[in-house]
């Protein structure tokens, strides 16, 4: 009996020990991914694979006295940590998050390329086609349809993943701004909100201009006149874009030139923000009907031709001004 006793006391202490005992981190630290469907013998085998610890009897004692329920992710293992607390952080979710930024005014196709070179997120999305349906989405064009937000994910998360979250964030603040849109606006549907807030979002950096820009334009197709947006026109010419825009741009007729044509774009043209949308559904009131750059990042808004003429001018005079005192000027 007192051999037993003896033989008892020492595994309790053995096992007590490793309770105790930190686990073999590298001193910088270690990061762990949990694959979904994992259990704790797997990942306590990945552990030994990499000398983190060794697999023996206790182990087995302490999940049989801690049972534990283990969230995927990946976790951040700091020096210190011992057995029980890894447990305890595996059965937490207490995963390493990263972010992903889509920017106000990025294209569809400057999406899935920064989507693409996400280091951390599975790629799945290989072409723009394999978005069309994508939980419902509109058949026919995929652009536009984005929230351009900062997304939240974790390790083993997909490009998808991202997409979808984005695409129902801007349904729920396109529906938004629909419904609280003002009356008597010159849109039969919340697509051609959505259209209109993408040529505000690439017309104007400026948060205070955009209601400013969507007025002017609002009141064009009110009139019956030709919006003439320089953005639409690029948006056309696509790839072949050389960043300038020249007058036979303006000429060759496609459905996205809106000095040939009349109306709406078929299409949104980049991914505006929630700011855009609601300008877009609350234009400002006025009678401007032009509006050019002021030079100084904002712009000079006019209610005749002859007042936008005299703005351009004025533009055109600084500029070459600014070209003179700077060669490095553009």
Do not use: C
Not at 95 to 119: A, C, K, M
Not at 182 to 199: F, G, K, R, V
């Amino acid at each position: 009996m007192l051999l037993a006793a003896a033989t008892a006391a020492g595994f309790w202490y053995q096992y007590q020990s490793f309770l105790s005992t930190p686990l073999n981190l590298n001193p910088a630290g270690e990061v762990l991914l949990v694959k979904r469907g994992s259990s704790v013998s797997s990942v306590l085998n990945t552990l030994e694979s990499r000398s983190v610890t060794r697999l023996s009897w206790k182990w087995r004692l302490l999940n049989r006295l801690q049972p534990s329920t283990i969230m995927a992710g990946e976790y951040a293992l700091q020096p210190g940590l011992s057995p029980p607390q890894l447990l305890d952080l595996l059965a937490s979710g207490k995963v390493i998050t990263y972010r992903f930024t889509i920017v106000e005014g990025w294209s569809l196709q400057q999406l899935l390329d920064n989507l693409g070179r996400d280091p951390v997120l599975l790629h799945t999305v290989v072409k723009t086609a394999e978005l069309t349906g994508l939980d419902q989405m509109p058949v026919g064009h995929s652009e536009g349809w984005f929230l351009p937000e900062t997304y939240v994910f974790t390790g083993g998360d997909k490009d998808i993943d991202v997409l979808r979250r984005a695409y129902a964030a801007m349904q729920f603040s396109l529906e938004q701004a629909w419904e609280s849109r003002d009356d008597n606006l010159p849109y039969e549907t919340p697509y051609e909100l959505l259209t209109m807030a993408s040529i505000v979002e690439k017309e104007t950096s400026l948060p205070s201009e955009r209601p400013d820009i969507a007025g002017v334009f609002v009141r064009r197709l009110q009139q019956k006149w030709r919006l003439e947006t320089d953005p639409t026109v690029i948006y056309g010419i696509g790839e072949n874009f050389d960043g300038d825009i020249k007058s036979n741009d303006l000429k060759a007729d496609n459905p996205y030139n809106t000095y040939t044509r009349y109306g709406l774009p078929p299409s949104p043209i980049s991914l505006p923000g929630v700011a855009a949308l609601q300008a877009a559904a609350h234009p400002a009131d006025g009678e401007a009907m032009f509006f050019v750059a002021s030079g100084q990042g904002g712009h000079n808004f006019s209610v005749t031709l002859q007042e936008h003429n005299k703005a351009v001018q004025e533009l055109l005079k600084n500029r070459a001004s600014q070209r003179n005192n700077d060669p490095q000027y553009p």
